[in-house]
């Protein structure tokens, strides 16, 4: 949506949005700021971002160059908050090689119906928690086909992800939207301030990898194996490890509200059999313009990596930053059993 005239003029920025006001030099507004300048601007609006886009500046007679750029600076306060639809997704980006074993566990601190908290991220798909609409919790594991396109069903059946295993109690169908591929629910009652465990095998077949999730358990103390998705990938194991939070209710209304994990004990097992811990992690977030974007966190603490974004989420690490556990996460993962291929790492 465009940005209602009378909330513009409510906060005394008319002389720098109006793309056809000349203003008289020695105007003042009622901030006391000295106009002195003669400038048309115009801006475009796009869909319903806080402060849109400036397209294209047409025009900007300047007698005193300070007060334009407070202009502009303060061009993104002209609107409220409610014109975003989402809070800002927030990343973890791990450093570490090649790999057949990828393992980290969270704890969710803060969370809304909405939610969604992927906690192993990886080139060809993502694996994690969310609170859906309704609040039930659901564990959610997804892997693309090798393709381009939105349209799950455009795709040709050779080119479509396997279903190797189907575990038991969880759904499996056809993804779209974001790309296209499988993907695997089942209901999971996770609770705020307990550790998940998560576990991703990759076993590379040819010019296939067959991917393999499980989640511990707390109430039975056991492993569920989700499913086992295999795509054509080169040949390739994994790599691009990260995790994220992310707001997919989308309603405006949880631009307002807090979404905060903990990721740690981060492992991955090389294709050359070494356990390396992920003790470095770059903090990243996405560009959308219907995001919120100033109200994001990331650091450490309790010597795990948090992320928070939405509410008040305010920090002092900078985007693009990377982050340092004090100490390096000890103790290597007691990993499920290997099915099908049965053997033990």
């Known amino acids: 949506m465009n940005t209602p005239p009378d909330r513009i003029h409510a906060m005394n920025l008319e002389p720098f949005l109006n793309p056809n006001l000349t203003r008289d030099p020695n105007l003042t507004s ?38 334009c750029i407070i202009a502009i600076a303060l061009l993104p306060l002209a ?3 409610e014109d975003f639809k989402s809070a800002r997704s927030v990343h973890l980006s791990y450093t570490a090689p090649p790999g057949d074993w990828f393992y980290a566990e969270t704890v969710i601190e803060q969370s809304v119906t909405g939610s969604y908290f992927m906690v192993l991220g990886w080139n060809t798909g993502y694996f994690g928690i969310q609170e859906l609409g309704n609040h039930d919790k659901v564990v959610i594991f997804s892997v693309w086909d090798p393709t381009k396109g939105d349209d799950p069903s455009a795709i040709k059946t050779e ?15 056809r993804f779209g939207g974001e790309g296209t591929g499988g993907q695997c629910m089942a209901p999971f009652a996770w609770k705020l301030g307990e550790t998940n465990r ?37 040949g390739k194991p994994l790599s691009g490890y990260y995790s994220f939070i992310e707001d997919f209710r989308r309603d405006g209304r949880s631009v307002a509200e807090v979404r905060r994990a903990r990721f740690g004990n981060g492992w991955v097992k090389s294709t050359q059999g070494d356990w390396l811990p992920l003790d470095h992690a770059r903090f990243t977030a996405s560009n959308a313009t219907w995001e919120s974007k100033d109200n994001i966190s990331a650091g450490t603490s309790d010597g795990w990596f948090f992320l928070a974004t939405g509410g008040d ?14 100490t390096k996460p000890a103790l290597r993962p007691q990993l499920p059993e290997l099915s099908p291929k049965g053997s033990k790492p």
């Open 30 to 67: 009622s901030n006391g700021l000295s106009l002195g300048l003669r400038l048309r601007v115009l801006t475009w609006f796009e869909g319903v971002t806080c402060g849109g886009l400036i397209q294209e500046i047409l025009f900007c007679n300047i007698k005193e160059t300070l007060t």
């Open 79 to 81: 609107l409220s908050a």
């Open 159 to 173: 080119d479509r992800v396997e279903v190797l295993h189907q575990g038991e109690g969880v759904r499996i169908k």
């Open 198 to 234: 998560f576990a991703l095998h990759a076993f590379v077949e040819g010019q296939k990898t067959a991917y393999t999730a499980w989640v511990f358990k707390l109430d039975s103390n056991k492993w569920w194996q989700l499913a086992t998705f295999r795509t054509r990938t080169g």
């Open 313 to 326: 989420s305010h920090g002092d690490v900078a985007l693009k930053s990377t982050m340092t556990l004090p």
